[in-house]
């Protein structure tokens, strides 16, 4: 035989785990098998040669030695294969079902044996017991014996070891520099600490949260769950804030984090998945639930653990668990409730709201608070129908209901008692990114869908920034008003003097007054030269709105003057006043109080809300309306599927929209173009002035064409319907080139803007509208091959905002069903009036 002499290693220590072959004298081997009445099955193969040498071992297997027993034995997992030489040329298999024992003829060298013994050979005997292939030396028979178990070929889960310490204590566990004072980050998993300089190389890009890159993939340590998803001081600096709210996101929701199911035993049935999902998303779920066991009355919604008194009211009749037990909370009172023995403060409890327990009763108590004998019809009273029991319940540290326990217990059930859909998926959101030139009316439809789909779509401290905001505007509203006044005051005053030089000429020359209707007094002249100044400067942030007192009664006294009236009555020719303006303006002097609120529709006018630059989202899902109104349970499964909405101005795109490949991720984007812009201009990338909507369509066709989103379906919004409407009976839409070839047929009975029908005799807005919706489409057809959906909106209305949304939805929802219909895509999108909504 020929063995490989290994040569002894003189270098330095090596820093990783070095594998540890068993000797060729230590490895055990076994003599013939001879013949055992007491088997039942078909005689075995005899293994005619002992072990000579070990040529393979597959990835599953896990063989052990134990050097110091002579009588050593081998466990073989029943996955594995191992193979023996046989001089003989003999070939022998035992147990096909488990084990396989095969002879080759090749022999590989022993450094081969070391390379595979870094993953064979670290196991312990213990690990696959139920397998096993015995070897006695001792006995005179020696008898290869199997042992197999079903439960034990099921594989084990890795435990992810703790992390090892190489520095001082409390010192970071990568550069081995700090002491316990010094600021870190804690790994999830093996709760290694890295300090400020060493913690995004520690954990990289955080998918599943704060775990170091070797614990990605392992559960997270369950004393540590109650700082799961909760942002760190650290974090904060180090990240900004959209990228610690993705971090804590993944952390939140990624499926390894989640708690395990089979961990959480409810009235002594363990979990399955689909009724944990339904324990943790009904109306009123159980507030930090840890592993453990607990007991749950299905039909009041009492929730405590085993062997303990109710600690909290849950959502009724939730399929989760087995029945309840009488000794589920360890009672010993003799009196019941819905089949479960109380405890001694549930009865004190009981006893003080005024409910007779003489004689051992067992009740039956319904989620809201009736209650009756059992075998009986007649209620006999509510539990907590006296005020003061809930204070007695607060006394004993008892639950109380919730309104939602009570109102939605049903309506739950309802739910959850089926399958759970495929679109419950933790971490699974459905992205929308809103786009759109300057002035298109994004920033609004953003703040709408907070407004509509969020409890409490602004904070407190947002809506005191936004507060400053509107008043911000309204001093600049006014000084650009005040500069319209000036220009004014020249027009008028040019046009006095050619009429008394024209008055000179012809002999008359009556005096003519210096001042015109624009003319202010000095004082307003000169707060008026000062907000101009100031205007220029760029400081206006920063006096306003903190000067407000100081200026409030010159503001009042400014509103009032003829002069900024006659002005304000000539707005529309003061050009770079928005139309926004005079909604703010005509309530200035409230507006600039010092105990100023802002509205919701405020904060729907307000410009500057978001940043121009930066990137806004708002997470949400639709409202889910009631199952008698709709008839449709496919709402139902809607509301719990989560959506994000993500705008990001133009400006903040970058050149050539290279930041668009952030988005690969969002499943529509919806491009929004504002249908009133066809006669405004604005300065391009070049300085020249140009068509507004020619410049959303150069931005159009930059994004649609951009490699992120080669496959994306689009939205296109036509915005500012309702300015639209005004304007277009005032101002032809050739006014833009783009739409030169616009010549809609007149009739002498058009109908008003207000009516909605396309059909009959459909008013000029209705027909400006289509056709800037046919020219999109075309252009999006010609670039990209496919076809466009499109949508008409009033920004500023809640019902049009939430109609296009819920479009974006069916859209989304649309893809995903497409493979179930054999509809070619001609059929279901053309550029006609039927493929785009009102």
């Given at each position: 035989m020929?063995y490989s ?9 090596p820093?990783y ?5 068993a000797p060729v004298?230590?490895i ?11 088997f039942?099955?078909p005689?075995l193969s005899?293994i005619?040669?002992p072990?000579?040498e070990l040529?393979?071992l ?9 050097r ?7 466990t073989v997992?029943?996955t594995s294969?191992?193979a023996f ?12 079902s488990?084990?396989e ?5 090749s022999?590989e060298s022993s450094n081969?044996m070391?390379r595979?013994?870094k993953?064979?050979?670290?196991f312990?005997?213990?690990?696959y017991?139920s ?7 001792n006995?005179n028979?020696?008898?290869a014996t199997?042992?197999m178990?079903?439960?034990?070929c099921?594989p084990v889960?890795p435990?992810?070891?703790e992390s ?5 204590k409390?010192?970071c566990?990568?550069?081995?520099k ?8 804690a ?6 600490k ?5 913690v995004l190389r520690?954990m990289?890009?955080?998918?599943e ?6 614990c990605?993939?392992?559960?997270i340590n369950e004393?540590?769950?109650?700082s799961?998803g909760?942002?760190s ?5 180090l990240?900004?804030r ?5 971090v804590?996101?993944a ?6 984090n ?6 959480v035993c ?7 998945f689909?009724?944990l999902?339904?324990l943790?998303n ?6 930090k639930?840890k592993?453990?066991?607990?007991w749950?009355d299905?039909v009041?919604g009492f929730?405590g653990?085993e ?5 909290s009211?849950i959502?009724p009749?939730l399929n989760?668990?087995g ?8 009672g010993?009172?003799?009196v ?7 405890t001694k403060?549930?009865l004190?409890m009981l006893q003080?709201?005024?409910v007779?327990c003489?004689?051992?009763p067992?009740?039956w108590?319904n989620e809201?608070?009736s209650y009756?004998?059992?075998g ?9 129908g006296k005020?003061g029991?809930k ?9 109380v209901?919730s309104k939602?326990s009570?109102?939605?217990?049903f309506l739950?059930s309802?739910?959850v008692t089926?399958?759970v ?6 971490g ?11 002035g298109s009316?994004t ?8 407004i509509?789909?969020k ?6 401290d947002?809506?005191?920034?936004i ?7 309204v001093y600049a509203y006014?000084?650009i008003?005040l500069e319209?006044r000036?220009?004014f005051?020249e027009e008028?005053l ?5 009429s ?7 002999g008359?020359?009556p005096k003519l007054g210096?001042?015109t209707?624009?003319s202010?007094?000095t004082?307003?002249?000169?707060f008026s030269d000062w907000?101009l100044?100031?205007m ?5 942030d920063?006096i306003?709105p903190a000067a407000?007192?100081?200026y409030?009664?010159l503001?009042e006294?400014l509103?009032?003057d003829s002069?900024?009236k006659?002005?304000?009555e000539?707005r529309?020719?003061i050009?770079m006043?928005?139309?926004v303006?005079?909604?703010f303006?005509e309530?200035a002097?409230?507006i600039?109080?010092t105990?100023y609120e802002p509205?919701?529709l405020d904060i ?8 121009s630059n ?6 949400f899902?639709f409202p ?15 509301s719990l599927a989560?959506y994000?909405?993500?705008?990001i101005?133009a400006?903040g795109?970058g050149?050539?929209c290279k930041?668009l490949e952030?988005f ?8 929004c173009?504002?249908?009133s ?6 300065t ?5 002035l140009t ?9 159009f066709?930059?994004?649609v064409?951009?490699?992120?989103f ?5 939205l296109?919004?036509l915005n500012k319907?309702?300015e639209?409407?005004?304007?277009i009976e ?7 080139d783009w739409?030169?070839d616009f010549?809609?047929v007149?009739s002498?009975n ?10 009959n005799?459909p ?6 509208s289509?056709?800037?919706a046919?020219?999109?489409?075309r252009l999006?057809s ?8 499109v ?7 809640p019902d049009s905002v939430?109609?296009?949304l819920?479009y974006?939805?069916?859209i989304?929802?649309?893809n995903q069903?497409?493979?179930n219909?054999s509809?070619s895509?001609d059929?279901?999108h ?6 785009f909504?009102?």
């Amino acid at each position: 035989m020929k063995y490989s002499i290994a040569v002894e290693y003189k270098g330095p220590p090596p820093a990783y785990h070095l594998p540890h072959a068993a000797p060729v004298d230590g490895i055990p081997v076994s003599a013939e098998v001879s013949h055992v009445p007491s088997f039942d099955t078909p005689s075995l193969s005899v293994i005619s040669q002992p072990m000579s040498e070990l040529k393979s071992l597959s990835s599953s297997s896990a063989i052990a030695f134990d050097r110091s027993n002579c009588s050593g034995r081998t466990t073989v997992s029943p996955t594995s294969v191992i193979a023996f030489d046989n001089e003989a040329g003999e070939s022998n298999g035992v147990s096909e079902s488990s084990c396989e024992l095969s002879s080759k003829h090749s022999r590989e060298s022993s450094n081969s044996m070391l390379r595979n013994s870094k993953e064979s050979l670290d196991f312990n005997d213990s690990d696959y017991a139920s397998s096993r292939v015995s070897f006695s030396k001792n006995n005179n028979e020696p008898i290869a014996t199997f042992n197999m178990d079903a439960d034990d070929c099921e594989p084990v889960e890795p435990v992810k070891k703790e992390s090892i310490r190489k520095g001082k204590k409390g010192s970071c566990y990568r550069c081995l520099k700090g002491n316990r004072l010094t600021e870190k980050e804690a790994c999830l998993v093996c709760d290694a600490k890295y300090c400020g300089n060493c913690v995004l190389r520690g954990m990289g890009s955080m998918p599943e949260g704060r775990k170091c890159v070797g614990c990605i993939g392992y559960p997270i340590n369950e004393s540590k769950r109650g700082s799961l998803g909760k942002c760190s001081r650290m974090l904060k600096r180090l990240l900004n804030r959209l990228e610690v709210r993705q971090v804590m996101k993944a952390e939140s929701l990624c499926e390894v984090n989640q708690l395990p199911p089979n961990c959480v035993c409810v009235n002594g049935n363990p979990l399955s998945f689909e009724e944990l999902v339904t324990l943790q998303n009904c109306s009123n779920p159980p507030k930090k639930l840890k592993p453990g066991n607990y007991w749950y009355d299905k039909v009041s919604g009492f929730w405590g653990k085993e062997g303990q008194k109710p600690c909290s009211i849950i959502s009724p009749h939730l399929n989760v668990g087995g029945p309840i037990k009488p000794d589920a909370s360890n009672g010993n009172t003799q009196v019941f409730i819905n089949g479960r023995e109380i405890t001694k403060v549930e009865l004190r409890m009981l006893q003080l709201a005024g409910v007779q327990c003489a004689g051992n009763p067992h009740f039956w108590v319904n989620e809201d608070g009736s209650y009756q004998e059992e075998g009986q019809k007649n209620t006999r009273g509510y539990i907590w129908g006296k005020a003061g029991t809930k204070l007695v319940c607060v006394f004993l540290s008892l639950p109380v209901p919730s309104k939602y326990s009570t109102s939605c217990g049903f309506l739950s059930s309802n739910v959850v008692t089926r399958t759970v859909p495929d679109y419950v998926e933790h971490g699974i959101v459905h992205k929308f990114l809103l786009v759109g030139y300057s002035g298109s009316g994004t920033s609004t439809i953003f703040k709408q869908a907070k407004i509509l789909y969020k409890n409490t779509p602004f904070s407190e401290d947002e809506r005191g920034n936004i507060k400053l905001t509107i008043q911000i505007n309204v001093y600049a509203y006014l000084g650009i008003l005040l500069e319209g006044r000036e220009r004014f005051e020249e027009e008028s005053l040019g046009n006095l003097k050619k009429s008394q030089s024209l008055l000179y000429t012809t002999g008359s020359s009556p005096k003519l007054g210096s001042k015109t209707i624009y003319s202010i007094g000095t004082r307003l002249k000169a707060f008026s030269d000062w907000l101009l100044k100031t205007m220029v400067s760029g400081k206006l942030d920063a006096i306003f709105p903190a000067a407000t007192c100081e200026y409030a009664p010159l503001i009042e006294e400014l509103w009032n003057d003829s002069a900024i009236k006659a002005t304000y009555e000539r707005r529309n020719e003061i050009e770079m006043l928005p139309s926004v303006a005079s909604y703010f303006l005509e309530r200035a002097v409230q507006i600039l109080k010092t105990d100023y609120e802002p509205s919701d529709l405020d904060i729907l006018y307000a410009e500057g809300v978001t940043s121009s630059n930066g990137l806004a989202s708002v997470e949400f899902s639709f409202p889910q309306s009631a199952p008698e109104e709709t008839g449709d349970t496919a709402d139902l499964h809607d509301s719990l599927a989560r959506y994000e909405l993500i705008t990001i101005h133009a400006r903040g795109l970058g050149e050539n929209c290279k930041w668009l490949e952030m988005f690969e991720d969002v499943g529509l984007v919806i491009f929004c173009v504002s249908l009133s812009d066809y006669n405004q201009f604005s300065t391009d990338g070049n300085g020249c002035l140009t068509n507004k909507m020619i410049l959303s369509r150069k931005l159009f066709e930059t994004i649609v064409t951009h490699p992120t989103f080669e496959q994306m379906d689009f939205l296109l919004i036509l915005n500012k319907l309702d300015e639209f409407e005004e304007k277009i009976e005032h101002v032809p839409l050739t006014q833009c080139d783009w739409f030169s070839d616009f010549h809609p047929v007149s009739s002498h009975n058009r109908p008003g803007s207000n009516n909605n029908s396309i059909n009959n005799n459909p008013s000029l807005s209705q027909l400006a509208s289509h056709y800037i919706a046919v020219k999109f489409k075309r252009l999006y057809s010609s670039l990209t091959g496919q076809n466009l959906y499109v949508s008409s909106v009033k920004g500023l209305e809640p019902d049009s905002v939430d109609a296009t949304l819920k479009y974006g939805k069916e859209i989304l929802k649309w893809n995903q069903e497409k493979a179930n219909f054999s509809l070619s895509d001609d059929s279901m999108h053309s550029i006609d009036a039927s493929s785009f909504s009102h």
